[in-house]
């Protein structure tokens, strides 16, 4: 592997990769179109506490971040299904049985989601490109990395 596009920070030991930063995106909350707050310009994780919550299962990379995005709010989500994709947390949330959060990038047109972005301006993840330390890029990953806009 040369280069790998995946959201930091990379849970390794950091010395072995050399991190290049592309965007960071905000986190959404993924509401039924009936719930009170699916109006909302922007709503805080704290008032989701009575409500059931839809998440990603332990060790898909979105889970940490949404965690700590709960943490960040003190709230303690009920989480009554987990599931290991993102559109089977969507048609969940959908069919009125739960909220969940997401990144703007699993942002889709679903009928019955609502998607109101979070009021935590630290509620984003950042997606990069990773490279092995020590290594001489190949023009190709240079010219791949600038065409991305990643930068060191």
């Keep these: 592997m ?3 596009i995946v959201a930091l920070p990379l849970q390794a030991r950091s010395h072995e990769f050399q991190t290049f930063p592309l965007l960071v995106e905000k986190l959404y909350a993924v509401l039924p179109k009936q719930h009170p707050l ?3 310009r922007a709503v805080a994780l704290n008032e989701l506490q009575d409500d059931p919550f839809l998440l990603l299962r332990d060790g898909h990379c979105f889970r940490e971040t949404a965690v700590a995005a709960c943490k960040r709010a003190r709230l303690n989500p009920q989480i009554i299904f ?3 994709q ?3 947390i969507l048609s969940m949330v959908s069919a009125g049985l739960g909220v969940s959060i997401v990144p703007a990038m699993a942002l889709e047109k679903r009928p019955g ?3 109101v972005p979070l009021a935590d301006d630290r509620a984003a993840r950042t997606i990069g490109v990773v490279a092995l ?3 001489s890029p190949t023009r190709a990953n240079e010219a791949f990395l600038t065409h991305l806009g990643a930068r060191a």
């Design 82 to 84: 987990e599931s290991g």
């Design 38 to 40: 699916a109006k909302r």
């Design 2 to 4: 040369d280069l790998a």
């Design 113 to 115: 989601c609502r998607y």
């Design 133 to 135: 330390n020590g290594r």
């Design 86 to 88: 993102f559109s089977s």
